[in-house]
């Protein structure tokens, strides 16, 4: 079946516009997670979502950060007034209940400018 | 708190040479670890996994054994091809329930013919 599918692939704003990422998880995984790439440096948690449980939204860097999940479909990753800090590869994975094992999309690379 | 440390890149081998590529590892508990892979142009793939120690995970020709003692899930490789040209994302889930990843840094294999 399909994969995830993240959209855009690429994004460039200017600094202290707001952007918004799309991640379409794997059709029947409650689970979802973003994460984020900077240049050079592994993969840093941002947000979990599982079914209709609160999100886990221990690993958002600032209040800037937001994201949303309806149900156990798209998710949207929302950056605030963006500093060129945000500046990232921000990847969207998803995985049934109970699996360790995490599907990825491709990753949307956002340059802000 | 979780983290893992990774051997840092980037790693240049001859076809058929032998790969180690070093990971160990800190968690509280008894976390499960994964060898993730990123072919160039391509998203995260899951590689290999091992949940408890002594496991060995294995696949397309890699291994790694969760060696408690050590704290350690070195990647290794027999006989490397060009097509193993990729970068290798050593992670761990902190098996809270919510299963977040904790990623290594990567390590970038370049293997040249």
């Known amino acids: 079946g399909a994969g995830v599918s993240q959209s855009p692939s690429n994004k460039v704003t200017e600094k202290g516009k707001d952007v918004e990422l799309r991640c379409d998880p794997i059709s029947g995984h409650t689970a979802l997670y973003w994460y984020r790439q900077r240049l050079g440096q592994g993969l840093e948690f941002l947000i979990y979502f599982q079914g209709n449980s609160a999100p886990d939204k221990s690993g958002l860097p600032s209040d800037r950060f937001s994201a949303e999940r309806t149900g156990e479909s798209v998710s949207t990753l929302t950056i605030q007034r963006t500093q060129q800090e945000d500046s990232a590869v921000y990847l969207c994975a998803s995985s049934r209940v109970g699996s360790y094992e995490q599907y990825f999309g491709p990753g949307t690379r956002l340059t802000v400018t | 708190g979780d983290s893992v440390t990774q051997m840092e890149g980037p790693v240049t081998l001859s076809e058929e040479a032998f790969l180690t590529i070093n990971c160990t590892y800190t968690?509280?508990?008894?976390?499960?670890l994964f060898w993730y892979v990123q072919y160039p142009g391509e998203g995260l793939q899951l590689l290999l996994k091992a949940t408890k120690a002594d496991d060995k995970g294995s696949n397309k020709g890699f291994e790694a054994t969760y060696r408690k003692e050590t704290t350690s899930f070195h990647l290794e490789k027999g006989s490397v091809q060009v097509s193993d040209s990729a970068v290798y994302f050593c992670a761990l889930s902190d098996q809270t329930g919510a299963n977040n990843l904790f990623f290594g840094t990567g390590t970038r294999l370049t293997v040249i013919p």
């Open positions: 968690a509280t508990g008894y976390p499960s």
